[in-house]
């Protein structure tokens, strides 16, 4: 069965910290990860990965893959209040089942 | 562009009473289509998805069901509402996009808020 660990659950930061969210995955047929934010609303996308080693950045947002340790990370920088949101991952098997994990609820304080 | 469409936005409902809930998707053909269920602070759960019009996958048992009448339409049903059934309900698509090295990627759209009392 597909599985999707996200770490930590939560973490409260101040503004202008570094933040760094883990998502670790067990999947069959990998084909790729996502990254999503979600505020008080449905999740708005952030990235998809589908290589290793392939940085992808979006302002102060970045995320790489390293599908040989079945992981990815999410850095924040910077962090200001409107980054405060529940950060999702999410991977896709090649049928287009997504399994997602329980989430990363981030608070950052003024 | 795609847009995906879902009513309504808030929902309030007795136990033991029937309930249908709408998606629809403009601007693509033949999308997979997703249904989840969040509920207070908790992930997303998979219910049901489709990869074509009267294909549908059940992830995990339940009272509820679906049915998607047209390429771009999904329902979520349930003929009798359970106090558990409570929680956001999410529509998502997902299209393949080959060429340049797209791929895959899902979109939701706007949720319902159900509670059922």
């Known amino acids: 069965e597909d599985k999707v660990v996200q770490s930590p659950l939560s973490l409260v930061v101040h503004e202008g910290d570094t933040v760094t969210l883990n998502c670790s995955y067990e999947?069959?047929?990998?084909?790729?990860l996502l990254w999503y934010k979600q505020e008080k609303k449905a999740p708005t996308f952030l990235f998809m990965l589908?290589?290793?080693?392939i940085e992808k950045k979006s302002g102060r947002l970045s995320s790489i893959l390293d599908k040989k340790e079945l992981f990815s990370i999410l850095n924040i920088t910077a962090t200001q209040t409107g980054d405060s949101a529940v950060y999702l991952c999410?991977?896709?098997?090649?049928?287009?089942?997504?399994?997602f994990g329980a989430g990363t609820q981030v608070v950052v304080t003024p | 562009s795609q847009t995906i469409h879902q009513w309504p936005a808030t929902l309030v409902q007795p136990v033991g009473s029937p309930l249908s809930l709408e998606c629809t998707v403009e601007?693509?053909?033949?999308?997979?289509l997703y249904w989840y269920r969040q509920a207070a602070g908790r992930g997303l759960q998979l219910l049901f998805y489709?990869?074509?019009?009267g294909q549908i996958s059940s992830e995990v048992p339940q009272n509820l069901s679906a049915s998607r009448p047209q390429d771009r339409q999904f329902i979520l049903s349930s003929k009798k509402l359970l106090l558990s059934d409570s929680g956001f309900y999410l529509c998502?698509?997902?299209?393949?996009?080959w060429g340049r090295g797209r791929k895959d990627t899902q979109y939701f759209g706007p949720g319902t808020r159900l509670t059922v009392l």
């Open positions: 998502a698509w997902s299209v393949r996009l």
């Open positions: 999947v069959t047929n990998f084909r790729s």
């Open positions: 589908t290589s290793s080693g």
């Open positions: 999410a991977v896709e098997n090649s049928w287009g089942k997504f399994q």
């Open positions: 601007g693509t053909s033949n999308p997979n």
């Open positions: 489709s990869v074509g019009i």
